[in-house]
């Protein structure tokens, strides 16, 4: 007799900021989503990853390791937007392809208050004509602020694009260059 699949639990929470409310979401091994909930595609990725985790969502009954981790995402997040946080210590569940996860892994490398191009972190992962896929890679980040995605600005010194929007992406790099 085949065993049922085990459902990965999903502590699902709300957290308020200075850009808008964000929602976070961790299991036991660390946070699998963070993003704005006004996001375009905010249900899009909201379902892959609860799918790709074969999870269940919950907003209640957390177990201590959940609580810790989340209570860790709703501190350092606070203290990143007061501008005291340039480094996240939370355990990162990335839930992509290959290419993605390298493509994230590189933006963890991007020091607070800098940006780079999408060619350079192309270039970075050793992929120098995948520019666009790069692109792509960075607007399918499921972790927001915490994979620094708004750290990668176009060519030409524009801002590119950033999923919560662009508004969302100047306050932001507004915020690491004045501290």
């Not at 595609?41 to 892959?48: A, E, G, Q, R």
């Not at 992509?96 to 892994?105: A, I, M, P, R, Y």
């Not at 999408?118 to 602020?145: D, H, T």
């Not at 176009?154 to 501290?179: H, I, M, P, V, W």
Request: hydrophobic share 35%; net charge positive.
């Amino acid at each position: 007799m085949e065993r049922p699949i085990k459902k990965e639990i999903i502590y699902k929470k709300t957290i308020p900021t200075p850009l808008g409310e964000m929602i976070a979401c961790t299991t036991k091994k660390g946070l699998c989503f963070l993003d704005f909930s006004d996001r375009k595609d905010f249900t899009k990725l909201f379902h892959k990853m609860q799918e790709t985790l074969n999870g269940i969502i919950t907003e209640k009954d957390i177990e201590k390791e959940e609580k810790e981790i989340m209570d860790s995402v709703e501190s350092e997040l606070k203290e990143y937007y007061l501008g005291k946080r340039k480094e996240f210590t939370i355990p990162l569940i990335l839930i992509g392809t290959d290419f993605q996860k390298k493509v994230w892994k590189e933006l963890l490398q991007i020091p607070y208050g800098k940006t780079i191009s999408y060619l350079q972190e192309a270039n970075n992962i050793n992929q120098p004509k995948a520019f666009r896929a790069v692109a792509n890679a960075n607007g399918k980040n499921k972790i927001s602020i915490i994979i620094p995605c708004h750290r990668v600005i176009a060519n030409n010194g524009t801002l590119g694009g950033y999923g919560g929007g662009l508004d969302k992406k100047q306050f932001l790099l507004n915020l690491e260059s004045s501290n």
